[in-house]
């Protein structure tokens, strides 16, 4: 139950951050890449 309840809390935080840089920062998260920080399968 408290893996439950941390990886809730660590999801909702990190979603609360998105939204936040999204709104007032898109800068920030416009270099996002698939192919620079996922490896290839």
Not at 14 to 39: E, K, N, S
């Amino acid at each position: 139950m408290a893996r439950l309840l941390a990886a809730w809390a660590d999801a909702f935080i990190t979603g609360m951050f998105v939204a936040i840089f999204v709104a007032f920062r898109p800068q920030w998260l416009a270099t996002y890449a698939d192919r620079i920080y996922l490896p290839r399968s």
